[in-house]
C-alpha cells in the first residue's frame, strides 16, 4: 500500500499570503490529522477529520482550517500568513477515529517570508 | 489534559550498548502510548504502541518499550544500538477514552550512536 502523501514538499510564502496544503491518506483510511513541527513549539495538534467531519480541533488562530472531502483526502488552509507560520506541517492517517495508530506522511515544510 | 514528558534531549551511547529513551506521561484514564521516529526532513514513523496487555511491547528494527503504570513510564529500549538508529524520537500519548484520535507528543529526544 502506498503511504500518506503531501503536496507540496516545500513551499515559499510571504507575509499575509495564503497557503493550501494537501494530503492524501492510505487507501482505506478515513480518519485524517494535522500536526504542526516547530523547533520552538514541538509537535502540536491541529485538527482532526473524519467523514468529511472535523473531530477535534487544537488551540490555533482562526487562520488555520481544513477540510476532508468524500475521498478521505484532506486539505488544510492557512490565511494571513505570518513569520511563525513557518513550520513543517504533517498529516497523519489511521483507520478509524477510535484509538488507532496514525501514520505520517513526509510533511510539507512551509517557509514564509 | 494529557502530556508527555521527555526527560532527556539527548541521549548518546556507542553502538552494541543497550540504549533507553524515557518517557513519562499524565492522563486521565488508562493511556494509548506510542513511539514513533523522525530522520531529518522526514515525517514521523512509527515504532511501537501500548494499549493493553504485556507491559513489555516490541516494535520495529528490534526496538521494544516497557509500560510500567505505577510509575507513568513508557521506556524506548534496544539491546544493542546501530549507528543507523541514530535519530529524533518522540513518544506521544492519548487517552483511550474520548472521542478523536488526538495525540499529545513529548519535545522529543536525539538519539546519537557512535562507533
Known amino acids: 500500500k502506498a503511504g500518506v502523501t503531501q503536496t507540496p514538499r516545500y513551499l515559499i510564502k510571504t507575509r499575509g499570503q495564503q497557503v493550501t496544503l494537501s494530503c492524501s491518506p492510505i487507501s482505506g483510511h478515513r480518519s485524517v490529522s494535522w500536526y504542526q513541527q516547530t523547533p520552538g513549539q514541538g509537535l502540536q495538534f491541529l485538527f482532526e477529520y473524519f467523514s468529511e467531519t472535523q473531530r477535534n480541533k487544537g488551540n490555533f488562530p482562526g487562520r488555520f482550517s481544513g477540510r476532508q472531502f468524500s475521498n478521505s483526502r484532506s486539505e488544510m488552509n492557512v490565511s494571513t500568513l505570518e513569520l511563525g507560520d513557518s513550520a513543517l506541517y504533517l498529516c497523519?492517517?489511521?483507520?478509524?477515529?477510535?484509538?488507532?495508530?496514525?501514520?505520517f506522511g513526509p510533511g510539507t515544510r512551509l517557509t514564509v517570508l | 489534559a494529557q502530556s508527555v514528558a521527555q526527560p532527556e534531549d539527548q541521549v548518546n551511547v556507542a553502538e552494541g550498548n543497550p540504549l533507553t529513551v524515557k518517557c513519562t506521561y499524565s492522563?486521565?484514564?488508562?493511556?494509548?502510548l506510542f513511539w514513533y521516529v523522525q530522520y531529518p526532513n522526514r515525517g514521523l514513523q512509527f515504532l511501537l504502541k501500548?494499549?493493553?496487555?504485556?507491559?513489555l511491547v516490541k516494535g520495529s528494527y528490534g526496538f521494544e518499550a516497557e509500560f510500567n503504570k505505577s510509575q507513568t513510564s513508557f521506556h524506548l529500549k534496544k539491546p544493542s544500538a546501530l549507528v543507523s538508529d541514530s535519530a529524533l524520537y518522540f513518544c506521544a500519548v492519548r487517552a483511550l477514552t474520548g472521542g478523536g484520535n488526538k495525540l499529545t507528543f513529548g519535545t522529543g529526544t536525539q538519539l546519537k550512536v557512535e562507533l
Open positions: 501500548y494499549i493493553t496487555g504485556d507491559n
Open positions: 497523519a492517517s489511521s483507520l478509524s477515529s477510535t484509538p488507532d495508530t496514525q501514520y
Open positions: 492522563v486521565s484514564g488508562n493511556p494509548y
